[in-house]
């Protein structure tokens, strides 16, 4: 037996050393590190790591004022620079490089009045919208017609008067922006289903459409009730008082690229690095941030075969602007060499659910570039392989995924649910609680690390380290890239649309443990 042993260890030893040299003849340089396999990575990957470099991103919001990772704040620059220190940390396996655009960024706001009929509404019935511009205007409340997405919804009563605006089918800068070209001083949205106001954004201007005028988005049945009473010729007066502090900054993508591996056949993937205004952002993105941080650092212990991307976008929050500024500034022959892209942004909800990006189209009927399915199919097996359910969420363009579909690449990921509220279906098959938000603290103060959920935060990570495994050591079976594909129309970003993410089960899923 000791003799079989010993020849089986040197049958291996030679089988090491021949793929060791392989390896130095193909890219360059020597190493006895072993090759990636998807059970030693996703082992490497820890919740106490996950939660040690969650709770550092808490550290760096929490050291400012402004506690939150902004873009342009303190804590969203010390994020950037420790995610490259880091990756540069790792004895050279990474090219790492800094990648600085400019826009337009709400430092703060606040609503220094806001009334109507002389009173002040309902604690906690409205709310400022980001980059409301600064403005003290006080006008009747005039009702636009239909949703406010078109010119012709606002009547010549508009003018003067701050529009009352239903929330729906078109982005709320559309609104705002078409309210000011019909002549309002003001606009007012009301939400369009039950609950309280919608935290949102107007975008980051400017747009086509105009300028923006000063905006409030308040409750459903504030709404109703101001309409119900104008419709009965009540003359209702509000006064709108607001101050937003919006700058041109610079900011950075952090891009780091094997050095090892074939540069021709890459996966990318990515997450975003900055919060909103409201808070830290450790759910919503600091867990995609740190899950796919995680996951470099671990790789660097390995030789691949298919080089690998990691992408930490900025001002994702402001409309998905680092990644749709390092595609469109990629040459067409390096994004012909990207396989696939992978997203994973908020992976660690409270109430959460396992979501895969419907990649093949056969629940949403919106499907993404040859192999998007194979991606999809691959997080199926996944979760099926773990003993989790899982469910398909709409293939829509809402996060840092959207730029990368729009060139034709193929695209997938995952995300555990933000502000929309978890279905009776959905806590039967993962849990947690019907009627009660996904995430109670998307884009609040409260996204902090007591907001994660260790078990789906590590089963989601341990996914991530499963695919870049199987990607960097393979793609067969993957389709070939096609890269005449036309280019794709995608939906707006997701902080700036008016639907909530849409998700249903793909298939029968597993029955619950």
């Excluded at 309280?196 to 459409?209: D, F, I, S, V």
């Excluded at 993508?253 to 952002?281: E, M, R």
């Amino acid at each position: 037996m000791k003799y079989s042993i010993a020849i089986g260890a040197l049958a291996a030893t030679a089988s090491a050393t021949a793929g060791m040299k392989k390896h130095i003849r193909q890219y360059g340089y020597p190493t006895t590190k072993p090759v990636v396999n998807a059970t030693l990575l996703k082992a490497d990957i820890t919740i106490e790591n996950l939660l040690a470099g969650s709770k550092q991103l808490e550290d760096f919001a929490y050291a400012s004022e402004e506690r939150n990772r902004l873009i342009g704040s303190p804590g969203h620059n010390d994020t950037i620079y420790w995610i490259k220190d880091t990756l540069e940390s790792l004895d050279g396996y990474y090219n790492v490089s800094l990648q600085e655009f400019f826009t337009v960024a709400q430092l703060s706001g606040q609503i220094n009045s806001f009334l109507v009929g002389g009173a002040v509404p309902p604690n906690g019935s409205f709310l400022l919208f980001d980059y409301s511009p600064s403005g003290n205007v006080t006008a009747p409340l005039a009702v636009v017609s239909n949703l406010g997405c078109n010119a012709t919804d606002y009547p010549a009563g508009v003018s003067g008067n701050i529009a009352l605006i239903s929330r729906g089918s078109c982005d709320f800068g559309l609104k705002s922006a078409l309210a000011g070209a019909a002549g309002a001083v003001g606009a007012v949205i009301y939400n369009n289903a039950a609950g309280p106001p919608l935290q949102g954004t107007l975008g980051a201007p400017p747009r086509p459409e105009g300028d923006y005028v000063p905006s409030i988005s308040i409750s459903q049945n504030l709404g109703a009730g101001y309409v119900a009473a104008i419709g009965n010729g009540t003359n209702v007066t509000a006064t709108i008082d607001v101050t937003t502090d919006i700058r041109n900054i610079s900011t950075y993508n952090v891009i780091a690229t094997t050095n090892s591996g074939d540069q021709l056949n890459k996966l990318a993937l990515g997450a975003h690095t900055d919060s909103v205004a409201a808070g830290p952002g450790i759910n919503d993105d600091g867990s995609g941030t740190v899950g796919i941080l995680e996951v470099a650092k671990a790789l660097s212990k390995y030789t691949i075969t298919n080089a690998v991307t990691f992408g930490f976008w900025a001002a994702e929050e402001e409309g998905l602007l680092g990644s749709t500024y390092y595609v469109e500034n990629l040459p067409a022959a390096e994004a012909a060499k990207i396989r696939a892209y992978l997203n994973f942004d908020m992976i660690a909800s409270p109430n959460y659910i396992n979501a895969i990006y419907d990649g093949d189209g056969s629940s949403f009927n919106l499907s993404g570039p040859a192999g998007s399915a194979e991606i999809e199919t691959f997080f199926e097996d996944y979760f099926t392989g773990a003993g989790a359910n899982f469910t398909a969420t709409a293939f829509d363009g809402r996060s840092d995924y959207g730029p990368f579909l729009d060139v034709g690449i193929p695209s997938g990921g995952l995300f555990t649910g933000a502000e929309e509220l978890k279905t009776e279906e959905e806590a039967l098959l993962f849990g947690g609680t019907a009627g009660v938000a996904l995430d109670q603290c998307y884009h609040a103060a409260c996204d902090n690390v007591t907001n994660l959920n260790v078990e789906a935060f590590e089963l989601h990570a341990k996914a991530i380290a499963d695919s870049v495994a199987t990607y960097a050591l393979s793609w067969d079976g993957f389709p070939a890239r096609n890269t005449t594909t036309a280019k794709r129309s995608v939906v707006k970003p997701r902080r700036t649309v008016q639907n909530t993410h849409r998700r249903k089960s793909k298939r029968a899923p597993l029955a619950k443990k």
